[in-house]
């Protein structure tokens, strides 16, 4: 089986997984593992668009 | 200097060895999550588990390349101790030759990069798993 993600799926699912992990490992109570999951993969994303957008500019 | 270090190390209370932060840490890395779940934390051990096995398995179905045990490259040695920390699963990927990466999928190296990752958040899940066994988290 073989699955081919495009580099922004590939980006979002690293993110969502990786703020899981982040938030239930760097947090101590329920809220606060929310809260820093939350964070953590918006800024995954947004370094994501960001860092795109960057490029595009670049290339023009 | 050397003298507040040792002041240090006698004023902090040694960490009673339990058989717990032994054995949840250990379980930990076999099996992603497990470390949590035998200290009765099931959410938390649940989402490690899907969260750091979907991200391996994807890594493999992306033709990801797992890392073997090497001493050659820097970069192939340290790919090695992040897929290593995958525990079970790289075990299990290994037994059955998968992970040999496909050059022809474009995806192919960000599949190996999952793998590593996946890896890498296990050694800190097996961390956070230790933590909670010594009661330094709840």
């Known amino acids: 089986m073989t699955i081919t993600l495009n580099h922004f799926s590939a980006a979002a699912v690293f993110a969502l997984f990786t703020s899981i992990v982040f938030g239930i490992t760097h947090r101590e109570n329920t809220r606060d593992m929310v809260r ?12 994501v668009l960001a860092a795109g957008w960057a490029m595009w500019l670049l290339r023009k | ?46 989402l490690l588990f899907v969260s750091i096995m979907t991200l391996f ?10 890392y073997k045990a090497n001493g050659g490259d820097i970069l192939d040695i340290l790919g090695f101790i992040g ?26 190296d960000y599949g190996t990069k999952f793998m590593i990752v996946a890896g890498l958040l296990n050694f800190i899940a097996v961390a956070d798993a230790y933590h909670i066994a010594i009661g330094k988290k709840k």
Not at chain 2, 4 to 29: Q, R
Not at chain 2, 57 to 66: D, N, P, S, W, Y
């Open chain 1, 36 to 47: 820093y999951g939350l964070y953590c993969f918006v800024m995954f994303l947004g370094g």
């Open chain 2, 1 to 46: 200097m050397a003298n507040s270090t040792a002041e240090k190390a006698k004023a902090a209370p040694a960490e009673p060895v339990s058989m717990m932060s032994v054995l949840a840490p250990a379980i930990g890395w076999l099996i992603p999550g497990a470390g949590h779940m035998i200290q009765k934390r099931w959410i938390r051990g649940l």
């Open chain 2, 57 to 66: 398995v994807l890594g493999l179905a992306m033709q990801g390349r797992i």
């Open chain 2, 83 to 108: 897929d290593v920390g995958a525990g079970g699963i790289y075990i299990l990927t290994l037994a059955n030759d998968w992970g040999q990466g496909a050059i022809a999928f474009a995806t192919a």
